[in-house]
């Protein structure tokens, strides 16, 4: 059986242009909300024909695309290499535009630890950690992000029925215990430099032990 969630709403809904840096605009419906059950202060932005994609899903068409986006102050907004959130930010973006549905910011920065011990984090992985050895040295949780939240904001968005934009199995082991159909799986983009190699070799390796255990 589903998690039982309480019952979220629409706090308010504006409409807000968006230019990234290299020159790609659109514009978003972003939905603010009132109830959220851990009361931090995530946003849903409509992308593309997000509408229309909510009408075909109630006539039994094709899901919308979603992607729940953790927040990342160092990747997303000053293009920090450590890390390849700023690039799937960029990439989701797009991609749900061009396909119709949302993008969940969630304010989980640090895969859910706060910017500051994700900054004592990246010294350990500076001595040698890797960022879930830093995490734990800590004496955090691997991850801890929850997406309880966001399975309360695609009910009040009257979404349940996703095609799910990330490659974490996390997401998707989550968000349906939460009552939140995977239609889909779409995998993000690999976006490898040399500062985040080792970074990004950690999440394959963790995702590769999640697959496993699933098995």
């Known amino acids: 059986m589903p998690e039982a969630l309480p019952i979220a709403t629409i706090r308010t809904q504006v409409t807000v242009p968006l230019r990234f840096p290299d020159g790609y605009a659109t514009v978003a419906r972003v939905f603010s909300f009132k109830g959220l059950m851990d009361g931090r202060e995530h946003l849903a932005f409509g992308l593309g024909d997000w509408a229309g994609a909510l009408d075909r899903l109630a006539v039994g068409g094709e899901a919308p ?33 061009e396909a119709g549905g949302f ?8 895969r859910g630890i706060g910017l500051y011990a994700k900054l004592d984090a990246y010294a350990l992985q500076d001595a040698g950690l890797d960022t879930y050895q830093a995490n734990v040295a800590l004496g ?3 991850d801890e992000r929850d997406y309880s939240a966001a399975a309360q904001m695609l009910a009040t968005l009257g979404v349940p029925r996703i095609r799910l934009l990330s490659s974490n199995p996390d997401k998707a082991e989550q968000l ?3 009552g939140v159909e995977i239609a889909e799986r779409v995998p993000t983009s690999v976006f490898l430099s040399p500062a985040n190699a080792d970074y990004l070799a950690a999440k394959a390796s963790k995702a590769a032990e999640a697959a496993e255990s699933a098995q």
Request: charged letters at 30%; proline letters at 4%.
């Open 176 to 178: 349906t215990r939460l």
């Open 65 to 97: 695309l979603v992607r729940p986006h953790s927040e990342c102050l160092t990747g997303d907004v000053f293009g920090s290499q450590r890390c390849d959130c700023g690039p799937q930010l960029r990439e989701a973006v797009q991609r749900i535009t």
């Open 140 to 142: 955090r949780g691997e």
């Open 103 to 110: 993008l969940l910011y969630l304010r989980q920065e640090g």
